[in-house]
């Protein structure tokens, strides 16, 4: 079951979506409607949403198949807006944590959601505090 958090606004003012998921095959999926929901009264581009809505799937993904995290925690997604141009996005797992490696350039099969990440947005990187904190900053104009 999905524990919705939606706080409003966070201590600087800005609008933020917090949920919690379970690590299921479906939280990816959950966390995309969320994303949808959470831009509908919003202004943003829509290829800016698509882009958000497959990253976030992506990492969503990434800490339901490869967490080595208690499968009864929750995989937290946090998205804030940090002003009329920027988006950023933290998916944060009880995981031990990973160091991003470089795509080897093979051109099939999986592997490529953080390639995708780092192709789309401005900044990003894995933090290791308190578990695995997998962010991601996307222009939202």
Do not use: C
């Amino acid at each position: 079951m999905m524990a919705l958090r939606e706080g409003g606004r966070d201590a600087d003012g800005a609008p933020i979506l917090r949920i919690g998921l379970p690590r299921t095959p479906e939280a990816p999926s959950v966390a995309r409607a969320a994303v949808a929901g959470f831009f509908e009264r919003r202004a943003i581009q829509p290829e800016t949403l698509s882009t958000l809505r497959l990253l976030v799937s992506e990492l969503v993904s990434n800490a339901v198949l490869h967490s080595d995290a208690p499968s009864s925690s929750d995989i937290q997604l946090h998205v804030r807006v940090l002003d009329e141009t920027a988006v950023r996005v933290e998916v944060i797992d009880q995981g031990a944590g990973f160091t991003p490696q470089p795509q080897s350039g093979v051109p099939y099969g999986g592997g490529y959601g953080l390639y995708l990440v780092q192709k789309q947005a401005t900044h990003w990187g894995v933090d290791k505090n308190d578990g695995t904190r997998v962010w991601f900053e996307l222009p939202s104009q």
